[in-house]
């Protein structure tokens, strides 16, 4: 599997985002332009009241700075999931940027129509993610929580169809809903589980060819 070329350095990850995120979005820079100005224009006008033009200039550059990573962060972060979703693998990209302690396996089972399930093991306990067409995902997901809950005992065990319905969670609420689950188990539980789950191996199937959806922004911030 190829890996993207990541960049490195904070003005690098900067850059790619804008980049993605004007491709994605046409909307962005007229957006992120007019944020700038204005945040710009306000704290300008504010210092320079208070305490002269110094103080008005360092108040218009730390608010333009916060304008254009709030705007990018946020329109960046649609522009990735627009970018992902619909792609093999778009959800084990979501999960691995999840917050916190998070054992993250792709493609633990898999079809021959690349339906695939993701297993995430955390506080929450295991959590088992199917993308694909609703039935088949559905299907392959019931034979791999069967199997899972051989293996874990009474561990708290989840799952989740992507998807826009009835009870699937879209690509984009991810995050939000596997980070809203109860937590039910400590960290040592947490070991323990995986420990168990390695019995039943990590990845099943090698992955689509050419690289995996990359992971998004977590928060809307700039990483």
Known sequence: MAT??????????????????READPRYLPIVLVAVVLAAGVAFT??????????GAILA???????????TGRRGQAAAFTRIEGQPGAAFAILQSLRGDWR???????????????????????????EGSGARAR??????????????????LHDVVIGEGEGQVP???????????PRALKPKE???????????????MPLPKGPMPTRVPRGGKIR
Do not use: W
């Open 104 to 130: 993250v396996t792709p493609a633990v089972a898999y079809n021959k129509s690349q339906d695939l399930v993701h297993r995430a093991v955390g506080r929450p306990g295991v959590i088992l993610v199917a």
């Open 171 to 181: 690509l984009k609420r991810l995050q939000v809903h596997v980070m809203k689950l």
């Open 190 to 204: 947490v070991n323990a589980v995986e420990s168990r789950l390695k019995a039943l191996g990590g990845t099943a």
């Open 46 to 55: 504010v210092g320079q009241l208070l305490a002269g033009p110094i103080l």
């Open 61 to 71: 550059l730390l608010a333009a700075l916060i304008a254009f990573t709030v705007v």
């Open 4 to 21: 993207p070329e990541v960049p490195t350095g904070k003005l690098a990850q900067i850059r790619q985002m804008v980049s993605m995120t």
């Open 139 to 156: 299907e392959l997901l019931s034979a791999e929580l069967r199997r899972t809950r051989k293996v874990i005992g009474e561990a708290p």
